[in-house]
């Protein structure tokens, strides 16, 4: 069978090779761009400023620059500069960013105004956790009730379309203003990016409910407490829990902007403040850490959710 079969699954060795080459393929990229210099190294590092007054040891030049200098040095008979291949200072190497993954937990912050990794993280998570639960406890209950009842659905649904299309940084300031400048506006941020999508996200999924179940349940004089309740929570739960994953990696989009307002604080605050003394592989690390977190938080609701719902197809 052709891995490229229309609507035909991969063996399961096919599809953990490939999903392994999902990341193998940007990271030998990265690799290749890093370490062959013939590929792609725009800069040249000064390892000896030889006679050019302006070259300083470790200093990145363009290599049109080092070039010329050193086509002068050479004309001059004078001390011709030595230098190495090099990428951007914003592209650090995969080793260096490994290092960092180490020091930003081990190594204490420079500055007073810096914050450990771990304690940025924690700020991070919990803007993240509180934003979406706020969202999720009032968010599905109306989704839910919006896709079951037409008088709900008229109720709440026209705004929602109209509201959702309002950027939710644009509250930033309003957030501040009412809720102060500390953890609450970016919590606020959060709830506001994920709660309109998540009515109207939950309101499909209770839809695509099979009507036939409902009929049964009228039939057999079911209210409509009894109908809710028995028949259309237990009928979506397991298609309402893959909403609520995905929707879950749409909050942790929304984090970088609800952090940059009021105080600075979390992930976004570590990363940049790095940037700012330039230590992009501190950046690197953190933002790839981001990643890794999301990641593992929705791996482990997958494998979650394969034990609650064993029924179902892979999650």
């Known amino acids: 069978m052709s891995i490229l079969s229309v609507n035909r699954t991969m063996p399961k060795k096919q599809r953990s090779l490939v999903a392994l ?11 290749l761009v890093s370490y062959v210099p013939f590929l792609w190294h725009p800069f040249t590092q000064i390892t000896d400023p030889g006679s050019v007054s302006f070259f300083r040891e470790e200093m990145l030049v363009k290599n049109e620059v080092f070039e010329a200098e050193t086509a002068k040095a050479i004309e001059a008979s004078i001390d011709v500069p030595q230098g190495v291949p090099a990428n951007p200072l ?7 960013v490994a290092t960092a993954f180490v020091t930003a937990f081990t190594a204490e912050p420079k500055r007073r105004s810096e914050k450990w990794l771990h304690e940025s993280l924690w700020s991070s998570i ?9 969202s999720s406890i009032i968010g599905i209950p109306l989704g839910i009730l919006a896709g079951t009842f037409d008088f709900f659905s008229r109720l709440f649904e026209p705004f929602i379309e109209f509201f959702r299309y309002l950027p939710a940084p644009a509250f930033g300031a ?8 500390y953890q609450a506006p970016k919590i606020a941020i959060i709830f506001i990016g994920t709660f309109f999508q998540q009515v109207l996200v939950v309101a499909n999924t209770t839809r695509k409910l099979d009507p036939s179940l409902l009929e049964a349940g ?7 407490r009894s109908l809710v309740m028995r028949i259309v929570i237990p009928g979506i739960l397991p298609d309402l829990y893959r909403d609520t994953r995905i929707l879950l990696g749409w909050a942790w989009t929304y984090l970088i902007v609800a952090e940059l307002i009021g105080t600075s604080s979390g992930i976004t ?20 850490m981001i990643g890794l977190l999301g990641l593992m938080i929705d791996l482990l609701l997958a494998w979650l959710g394969r034990r609650l719902f064993p029924w179902q197809k892979a999650q």
């Open 90 to 96: 914003y592209l650090p190497a995969p080793h260096e």
């Open 218 to 224: 009228q039939t057999l004089g079911a209210s409509n």
């Open 21 to 31: 080459l999902s990341f193998a393929i940007p990271i030998i990229t990265w690799c």
């Open 126 to 134: 919990q803007v993240i956790f509180w934003g979406f639960f706020l």
């Open 174 to 181: 309003l957030a501040v203003a009412v809720l102060g400048i």
């Open 269 to 288: 605050w570590f990363i940049t403040q790095q940037a700012r003394y330039k230590n992009f592989d501190n950046v690197f690390a953190a933002i790839i």
